[in-house]
Structures are given as C-alpha cells and as structure tokens.
C-alpha cells in the first residue's frame, strides 16, 4: 500500500500503521460517538465521543473496569467448535461440523484432527475454524448455529457494557464491529443487534470485516485526498480482499 501510494501521490515519508481499532473506527466513515469492538482473539474495544474525542477500554485483568475474558470471541467460536466436533464423533453420532472440519485442516480422521489441535493450537489456529463453523451454520448445522448466537448475544452485551462504562449511552452511538467476527454469519450480526437494540434503542450496527481499508482512508486524508479517491481505493482493496481464497 505504502508504494502505491508514492507512486500515485508522490508520498515521500513513512507511513505507519494505524492500531485495528482506529483503523476500523474510520473504514465506517468515522462517526461519532461510536464504540468499536474487535472480538477476534481476545476483546479489544474504544469509544469516541461526540468530539471525536478517543477512549481506551482494557477488557482483561484485575484492573479492568469490565472484563469479557470468558465471552464468546472468535476463537471461542473455532474452539467450541472444535471440540462440539470430536466429542459428535467419539460419541458416535459425526455432523456435518465434523466434516466441514476435517476438510478445512486436511486431517483424514478425528484422532488426527485432534493430534493437528494440540500441535498447532493458538489465536491463529483456532480463529481459522471459526469459517467452517460459520459455513456449517449457513447449511443449517444446530451446534454451529447456537456457537454464533451466543458470540452475537455476547457482542450486543460487550457494547451495552461499554456505551455505559464510557457515558455514551445517552448519545445513541454507532457500534462498529471490526475484523473477522465481523463477516462470519449474518445470524451472528443479527444476534449482536438485537441485544444492542433491546436496550440502545435507535443505535446503529456498522460491520467493518476489512479493516485495511481504514489504514487506506487515514494515509488519505493524511495526504489531503480523503474524497472519492478513498472511496475507489477502499472499495478495491475490499474487493480483493473478499477474492482472497479462505485458507
């Protein structure tokens, strides 16, 4: 991104990268208040009041004002679905999320997907099961199905709990949810905006999955061209990114 940007608009200093939070506040279009939460590997999430004005929330630790260290993120949806999987299979009664699983990792049996968990699990691993557990949801799979309600029901709380911790609940904010979580399942978005309606009537849910296009938006209007140059570049990138072939 950095050299096309030289090329095209002669950009001769370093461009650094703004944080996925930030960056996804302005891929919605910057609004304001807002609060913007990225549930991928753990909970991230900052408020911006209607100044613009940025406040950082820390989700984890004794010291934090809320914690969601036990709700449902997107490696809790690749996790649990692993595990509802193989305990399908061991239990003698294999779904379709088992299948789905088996295909997505390569492994030939469940003792093998298993062995394939307990060497490569972590944030990445577990946050790239999550895509066969959303595509075993869309095919009508029940465990798959409650895994993403519970993550939606978990976002619309996370930001009721935030809008409050920050005062911005008497100002109906926007609620952007950023990164992968953001483009799993609709029935996920769905869940999330209902709880976030039920108790901030009128707010406005934005998913920002590509959050790169934030990046693209800030370096801009950095460079004085935030206009419809963003607007083509963001939707390129986007577009690209959505042809990416999933891993």
Do not use: K
């Not at 950023?178 to 769905?190: Q, Y």
């Not at 209007?221 to 939707?235: I, K, M, N, T």
Request: proline letters at 6%; aromatic letters at 4%.
């Amino acid at each position: 991104m950095r050299e096309a940007l030289r090329e095209r608009y002669g950009w001769s200093e370093e461009i650094h990268v703004a944080d996925r939070l930030t960056a996804a506040h302005a891929a919605a279009g910057s609004p304001s208040p807002a609060l913007v939460l990225l549930a991928d590997a753990q909970w991230e999430g900052i408020g911006v009041n209607e100044d613009g004005n940025v406040q950082r929330v820390t989700f984890v630790g004794s010291n934090a004002p809320i914690t969601l260290a036990d709700r449902p993120t997107c490696v809790w949806i690749g996790h649990r679905g692993f595990e509802a999987a193989a305990l399908s299979q061991l239990g003698g009664e294999p779904t379709h999320l088992h299948e789905l699983l088996l295909a997505h990792t390569g492994a030939a049996s469940t003792q093998e997907l298993i062995h394939l968990a307990h060497e490569q699990a972590g944030p990445a691993f577990w946050t790239a099961l999550a895509v066969p557990v959303a595509t075993a949801a869309r095919e009508g799979d029940e465990v798959a199905n409650h895994l993403l309600d519970q993550a939606g029901q978990a976002l619309g709380e996370a930001a009721l709990l935030l809008a409050h911790a920050l005062d911005l609940a008497a100002n109906v904010p926007t609620v952007v949810v950023a990164g992968a979580i953001a483009d799993l399942h609709p029935v996920l978005l769905r869940r999330a905006g209902e709880a976030i309606n039920a108790h901030l009537p009128g707010a406005e849910l934005r998913p920002v999955p590509h959050v790169v296009a934030g990046t693209l938006r800030l370096a801009l209007e950095r460079l004085g061209s935030p206009g419809q140059a963003w607007e083509r570049l963001a939707r390129a990138l986007v577009i690209r990114a959505r042809r990416r072939p999933q891993p």
